[in-house]
């Protein structure tokens, strides 16, 4: 049998999930016993009990000075603004990707300006962010449109221009308006799409939120690291570091059951 034909039982595919989760959490425990064998006081590999330390100061011990609990409400800051830049972010993807995919004026006009646009590094503008909008949150959600917003947009553009010419040809010969064709036939295509795209932003997004806050900022999840790094202290930084990928693994996870529950179509053609 060729490797190409072999596919993993429901044992083994899970054995092989695991597998790669398992080397790392090895291989950083021997890393650390090694340090902290040489070094108790070592810093940049801390033991699980420096960890869960870390954690629990964080996340179940009230802050002194404010009195909240830092790595909840640096998660809730954080993704309040990572939320409002992605719907401010789909919203205006949806809407110029429909109308470049439909329109050939529109198509004509705005698609050279869109992968323009798409090309620039988005970090490249933040200062300039910063010295029109302000250091508030409006420059740091504008960091995330920016960064992402493009990108949906021509990804949507391409869906909506890669339908069969015959479903438009059909809606035509029902005499449907151009309206008509955009809401009841282009625009059911593409939202399945529109969600996975999203789910595609999700890492661009965290990375564009974190510089933000990391630059200027009094709250969120990359203030917070980049706040305690000038002291060294990694019992934080890998808790959080694994906390940010978490809530972006469970984001993505949620974003495709809820293309699964409204478009269930959309994974029977998946796997055609």
Do not use: C
């Not at 993505?252 to 994974?267: C, G, M, T």
């Amino acid at each position: 049998m060729r490797w190409i034909n072999a596919h993993p039982g429901n044992g083994a595919r899970l054995t092989l999930v695991l597998l790669p989760f398992v080397l790392v959490l090895g291989a950083y425990m021997i890393g650390s016993a090694e340090r902290l064998a040489e070094n108790p006081n070592d810093k940049l590999l801390p033991g699980f009990a420096a960890l869960w330390e870390g954690i629990s100061r964080m996340a179940f011990t009230a802050d002194v000075r404010t009195g909240e609990y830092l790595l909840w409400s640096d998660t809730w800051a954080s993704l309040g603004r990572l939320f409002a830049g992605l719907g401010i972010a789909t919203a205006i993807a949806l809407l110029l990707g429909l109308v470049i995919g439909i329109l050939p004026y529109a198509r004509a006009t705005l698609s050279p300006f869109v992968g323009a646009i798409s090309m620039v590094p988005p970090l490249a503008l933040l200062p300039i962010l910063f010295i029109v909008m302000g250091l508030g949150e409006a420059s740091k959600i504008a960091l995330i449109v920016i960064g992402v917003a493009p990108i949906m947009i021509r990804d949507l553009a391409l869906t909506a221009t890669s339908l069969p010419r015959e479903m438009i040809v059909k809606a035509e010969t029902l005499s449907a308006s151009s309206w008509q064709i955009a809401l009841r036939v282009v625009l059911p295509q593409i939202l399945p799409r529109l969600i996975t795209t999203l789910r595609l932003q999700l890492g661009p997004a965290w990375l564009f939120l974190i510089a933000a806050e990391a630059i200027s900022s009094d709250s969120g999840l990359g203030y917070r690291i980049f706040l305690v790094r000038r002291y060294l202290s990694m019992d934080v930084i890998f808790p959080y570091v694994l906390w940010i990928t978490l809530l972006a693994i469970l984001t993505d996870i949620l974003l495709d059951r809820l293309r699964i529950a409204v478009f269930p179509w959309s994974e029977l053609e998946k796997g055609k």
